[in-house]
Every structure is written in C-alpha cells, then in structure tokens.
C-alpha cells in the first residue's frame, strides 16, 4: 500500500478547516509520518496476512478515561492512506470526556489500507488526546477563579499547531504560535536592550501595535513594567507570595493583565490563580503530557 499523492478529500479538508486546523499544513504532517513508515518499503506483513481487496470493519476504543482530541487528524490520516472518507463514522467530538471502553471512531473499508495507517492514526490521537486530557485537569483545578491555563511556545517540532489545537480541545488557551503573532520580552532581551523599560520601548519602537508581553524576575521589575505602560506581564518563577505582591502593584492599573510561569503544578493551580494572575503558562501540556491509551481493534469483515 502507498500512501495517497494528491491532496486530502474535500470533506476531509472542510472537517480540519472546522475544527480551526489549516487542512494543507494538517495534510503535510499527516503525509510525513506516514512516509516515515513506507519509506522502507511496503507493510510485508499486511500484505502477508490480508487477502486483496479484503473488507473489515475496526473501532477505536479509549482505554482510559480521559479527552479526546485530533479526530479530524485521524481522518486525514485514512484518506491519505486510501481509507475512503465515508469509510469513517465519529462516534465522538474533539473536546469530549471518554471513559474507559468508550468507541471514539469506527472505521469500515479496506482491511490492508486500515492496518497501514493504524499507527499513524493511534500516534496522532495518543498523543493529542493525552495533551487534551492533561489541560483539562489543569482547566477543572482553575475552575471559578477567573484563571485561564495557557500553553507556550515548548511544542514538538513540526506539531506546534495541532499540539496547541489539542489545547483548546482541553478547555486552555493558546500563547503565541511563533515569533513573529506577538512580542514577548524575555530575560535576555532585557539585558540586550539595557533593561525591562528600555526593551519595552525598543519594541514599541519597532512594531506599534504588535501584542506584547515582559517577563519580570523580581517585583522590581513589575513595578518598572507597569510603569512603562506594560499591558501583559509575566512573573517568571514566583512564589505565591510574591504573585500575590505583583499582583497589587499591577492592579494600580486596572488594564494590566498578569500571567504566572514556571514551577507550576497542578497540586498548586488554584493557589496560585487565587493570587489573581489571569493566566497560568503551563509548557508541560504540550512538552510532558503523557499519551491517552486508545487502540484500534479490529471486529470483523465487512463481508
């Protein structure tokens, strides 16, 4: 079985488009960790145990609990490893609580094409879901206090937007997608520019307009940041003390928005939310999340 050259089915493509994801991006990584596994030549062991033209009929079932997310990724999958599109029925939505046992895709069509894409498939929603999974927990231990979890910018290379699709699936919000979306003032930029005013204005300077955001070390550093009209500040390894100081500093203006980042855990979320930060910078969503067990089993031939 080779995968399929052209570009994904309309339908396909009108689903990733829906879900927020750029369906020729999608359909590029899709293509590339399919090529990862026939770079080597065809399935041999398919090909050696299913007749051709053989039909079945599989499902996708959690094997714990948790979020599902990167259907849509699943299906690009298929159609690109010849699974036609109408060959796959979703029995869930992104963004859904699974439990254990629960169906989330099933899939009836060509048995040796099914078991060519069946990795690729699982290594998607395995490691999408895992990420939805996780910010959930984060988003339930934030609930009612006005905190919103973010991701950063800590992605695996080439998987920056599903990861952070899978993000909102999980009920979080997305940082920045790259360099150049938004302007965020770090340590060594500071020192570059000969301090936290100095970079601020730097960048002013050199992208009106563009949002920004400073990270501050120490309360010294808030209160200069607010001072320099900062609307976004980030308290980089904080305590909860500290947090809470920062906090009343930026709230001598009202506009000044506070995110907290660094030794974050989710045994301490709501302590720390309840400092009144607004955002909690989480890069272990994306960088440590640990895969949602889901397996492809195979029923039975479609006759």
């Given at each position: 079985m080779m995968t399929k050259q052209d570009g994904l089915h309309r339908d396909v493509a009108g689903q990733l488009a829906a879900a927020g994801l750029d369906p020729e991006r999608t359909g590029q990584v899709v293509r590339a960790a399919l090529d990862e596994d026939f770079r080597y030549g065809p399935d041999l062991t398919t090909a050696a145990t299913a007749a051709p033209g053989a039909q079945a009929v599989a499902r996708v079932v959690a094997r714990k609990p948790g979020v599902v997310a990167?259907?849509?990724?699943?299906?690009?999958?298929?159609?690109?490893a010849g699974v036609p599109p109408?060959?796959?029925?979703?029995?869930?939505r992104d963004g859904d609580r699974?439990?254990?046992?629960?169906?989330?895709?099933?899939?009836?069509?060509?048995?040796?094409?099914?078991?060519?894409?069946?990795?690729?498939?699982?290594?998607f929603l395995t490691h999408l879901s895992g990420i939805a999974t996780a910010t959930r927990a984060w988003a339930d231990a934030l609930a009612g206090t006005g905190a919103v979890v973010r991701d950063?910018?800590?992605?695996?290379?080439?998987?920056?937007?599903l990861e952070k699709y899978a993000v909102?699936?999980?009920?979080?919000?997305?940082?920045?997608?790259?360099?150049?979306?938004?302007?965020?003032?770090?340590?060594?930029?500071?020192?570059?520019?000969?301090?936290?005013?100095?970079a601020i204005?730097?960048?002013?300077?050199?992208?009106?307009?563009?949002?920004?955001?400073?990270?501050?070390?120490t309360l010294a550093q808030v209160r200069e940041a607010v001072a320099a009209g900062a609307g976004l500040i980030l308290l980089d390894n904080m305590s909860v003390a500290d947090m809470r100081s920062a906090v009343a500093v930026a709230r001598e203006n009202p506009a000044v928005r506070l995110e907290?980042?660094?030794?974050?855990?989710?045994?301490?979320?709501?302590?720390?939310?309840?400092t009144g930060v607004d955002y909690l910078a989480v890069g272990a969503l994306t960088h440590s999340s640990p895969a949602l067990d889901l397996g492809?089993?195979?029923?039975?031939?479609?006759?």
């Open positions: 990167g259907l849509p990724v699943g299906l690009a999958v298929l159609d690109l109408e060959a796959a029925e979703l029995r869930r699974i439990q254990s046992g629960d169906e989330v895709m099933r899939v009836s069509g060509p048995l040796r094409e099914m078991l060519g894409a069946e990795r690729t498939l699982l290594n950063t910018r800590k992605t695996t290379p080439g998987l920056r937007e909102r699936c999980g009920g979080g919000e997305n940082h920045r997608m790259g360099l150049g979306d938004a302007a965020l003032v770090k340590d060594n930029h500071v020192a570059a520019a000969g301090g936290v005013a100095a204005s730097a960048v002013r300077r050199a992208a009106p307009g563009l949002p920004m955001e400073v990270e501050c070390d907290a980042s660094g030794g974050l855990r989710l045994e301490n979320a709501r302590a720390v939310a309840e492809l089993d195979l029923m039975a031939p479609a006759g």
